[in-house]
């Protein structure tokens, strides 16, 4: 009853990536609190700092790049268009909020040096604040900070609706539909052949655009989605370390603990027992 949720982000730094490549259905503004990234939104790639406000329309790749060891605090309003109100075929959202928050063309990395943008970066912080503090009526006044938020951005951003953005659109829906398909199989032993024979596409075009909007290979994206599934393995089961592997479509035990390494900078083993060690410590 309440579709809108705040994160707010002090990122591991011993990771390069601070948001991993994914898309949701929900709408997404972020403004960077601290430390300098790269945000890799709608097919570009911009450095963001200290109060650069990023506007991610439903349905967009985008993740978050930063130095190693290097310091970066965000925040994150991730809200259903439902949460706004209106009928789903009223003029306000059909005329403005949809190509707000639905469109490729939105995609929008904001520095704050006019009026209106402060306004903006003020109406974002007031959300936080409301979130945090969960006042009584707390819930309307963030929607209210909300839509004067979108108001800003519909009456001071021009959307350029052009052939371009329905190419794009289309690229970007084909590289769901294979995240979609790797994430459905990952336990299976996929090849480019597979890719290939699924989505009538040359191996050369599908590494070449998958890299294009996702900025990694298909078995790049594939892997780290594999050893995702394997923390949970690892926490919630007594499997033995093999067992993981080939349930999280590593058929080489060795090559599971080297990859598990890149990523999370410890082996297996060591992943199990600080969980079990902190489970200890709940308790």
Known sequence: MFPLMLYDVSADLSFEERIGCHWHEKAEILVITKGEALIHLGGEVCQVRENIICIVPSNQFHFLTCELHKRLDFFAIVFHMDFLGG????????????????????CRVIN??????????????????AFHAKEYAYELSIKIR???????????IVHDRN????????????????MEY????????????QLEREFGLSRGYIC????SI????????????????????LEHSDDEIGVVASRSGFNNISYYNRTFRRYMHMTPSEFRRSCRELDKKIE
Request: net charge negative; glycine share 2%.
């Open 146 to 156: 909300l839509l004067e938020a979108l108001h800003l951005l519909v009456i001071n």
């Open 208 to 211: 070449r655009l998958f890299r």
């Open 163 to 178: 052939t371009a953005e329905n190419i794009s659109d289309h690229r970007v829906v084909t590289v769901q539909s294979m």
């Open 182 to 193: 790797l994430r459905r199989n990952y336990d299976s032993d996929i090849t480019l052949d």
């Open 87 to 106: 009928l789903g075929n009223d003029i306000v959202r059909k005329k403005y909020l949809e190509p707000c928050l639905s469109s490729a063309a939105a």
């Open 214 to 233: 996702t900025n990694r290979s298909p078995f790049g994206y594939l892997n780290d989605y594999r050893i995702q599934q394997s923390l949970d393995f």
């Open 112 to 129: 704050p040096g006019d009026a209106w943008e402060y306004q903006l970066l003020w109406c974002l912080d007031s959300i936080r604040e």
